[in-house]
């Protein structure tokens, strides 16, 4: 299959492109960026004018609630709603159900993710066995089935002794451990703790519950020298405390939630279970600081954090719903919205979304890592092709997740993706009126 994308504003952050022009993409692969040869016969041709082409949008943090949360989400839905938001790579973290800590299941996960032919799909393994916190998983046998790293999820590692082992072990052979840093005995609480939850009488997550993790973690990574990727930090302390642990030279990287990114504790209103989220949101101060850090730097991504749940689930009184949101086909607009309000270029918000995940990744991309997040002739077509300056409103239903709670429904957002090819294939494309 040939196809001519023709008239696009091209933008790849990773190699500072931005040009007006064309995209020739021939067995998957892009074969002309910029000029297209005379002679190069597409079978589609996709008149992108007014449109920017970008790379396909890479998101670190999805759940796809499958294997043994079917109810709230099903692959197929889940995937759909990736594409339709010009997200082509994900990663996904290992507490389906049952744990991804045994190869078989790697195996079968990824084995259904491209029988739909839709994003990539990069898992996470198990740190350690059913995520117990007891015994290490076969870090080996997990990575030879497709695991990009290990996590523990939400869950936190109370055992020091253990964390520890996990990574001399992961330091030996270069894999990367990826921790929500958040204390198991002070993070229990459903909100930040402040004033608001306070008043509300909701139960509290200090900033310390971050920080004391934070440092834990960076003493850990001092000893054994192991690459830790830091998951959705929510606060101004642990931002300065992985600043500090950048410039000191240690081997960290770390993202934040488009929740974090744009909201506060304050936005919870009257009980707003929609506003439920691990971890909860933080004050303005909180906010400021996460903007300004993924502006400069010191954050590497953003990501969705797509936690579908279901209705059941979340109308329940606040703090007995279960946290998580739908973001998957919002992650793209609130990067835009982001980039806009902090005054930065547009390749500079699309880099916190292809670029910088990109970068996170490293090699456990393989074979695709070479051109992902990039527009490079020879590399992988994955794209996102999409209208900066169309404007939406976020309709819960309308979204393709199984999961239609969003803490941003009935707002206006900017960008909207118009087609999203993943490996040369057009995996969405939005009906022209």
């Known amino acids: 299959m040939k196809i001519l994308i023709k008239n696009g504003r091209l933008i790849d952050p990773a190699t500072k492109l931005d040009q007006p022009g064309d995209v020739a993409i021939a067995a998957g692969r892009i074969v002309s960026i910029g000029r297209v040869n005379a002679d190069f016969a597409p079978n589609r041709t996709i008149d992108a004018k007014g449109w920017v082409v970008a790379p396909g949008l890479v998101d670190l943090a999805v759940r796809l609630r499958e294997p043994g949360h079917e109810h709230e989400g099903m692959l197929e839905s889940e995937m759909a709603a990736a594409v339709a938001g010009g997200v082509t790579s994900l990663v996904c973290p290992p507490d389906t159900d049952p744990v991804l800590d045994e190869p078989g299941l790697v195996e079968m996960l990824k084995f259904r993710a491209r029988s739909l032919n839709l994003a990539h799909l990069y898992p996470l393994g198990a740190l350690t ?114 600043r500090r642990a950048k410039a000191e030279g240690l081997p960290v990287s770390g993202d934040v939630s488009v929740n974090q990114l744009h909201l506060t504790d304050l936005d919870i209103g009257y009980f707003n279970a929609a506003m439920r989220l691990t971890p909860p949101l933080r004050q303005q101060r909180d906010r400021d600081a996460i903007r300004a850090a993924l502006a400069d730097g010191t954050i590497d991504a953003l990501v969705s954090d797509h936690t579908p749940v279901d209705a059941d689930a979340k109308n329940l009184p606040f703090a007995e719903s279960e946290p998580g949101a739908t973001g998957l086909e919002l992650l793209l607009s609130l990067a835009l919205k982001w980039g806009t309000d902090a005054g930065l270029p547009l390749p500079a918000a699309l880099a916190t979304v292809t670029a910088g995940p990109v970068r996170v990744l490293g090699s456990a991309l393989g074979t695709l890592g070479a051109s992902a997040g990039k527009l490079v002739e020879g590399g992988v077509a994955d794209l996102c092709l999409f209208d900066a300056d169309a404007r939406w409103t976020v309709e819960p239903e309308a979204l393709r997740s199984q999961g239609k709670h969003t803490p941003f429904a009935g707002h206006e957002l900017p960008g909207s993706v118009q087609a999203t090819l993943v490996a040369g294939v057009v995996a969405f494309e939005r009906a022209r009126a």
Request: aromatic share 6%.
């Open 129 to 242: 066995r059913g995520l117990q916190g007891e015994a290490l998983t076969e870090m080996a046998e997990l990575t030879e089935a497709g695991c990009v790293g290990f996590s523990h999820a939400d869950v936190a590692v109370r055992d020091t002794l253990v964390l520890h082992r996990a990574l001399q072990y992961a330091a030996t052979f270069g894999y990367t451990v990826w921790l929500l840093p958040n204390d198991a005995f002070l993070g229990n609480g459903v909100a930040a703790k402040g004033a608001l939850a306070t008043r509300m009488g909701l139960s509290g997550v200090p900033v310390i519950a971050e920080t004391i993790a934070l440092n834990t973690i960076f003493e850990l990574v001092r000893d054994t020298g192991a690459r830790v990727h830091l998951c959705r930090l929510s606060s101004a302390a642990g931002i300065e405390l992985l």
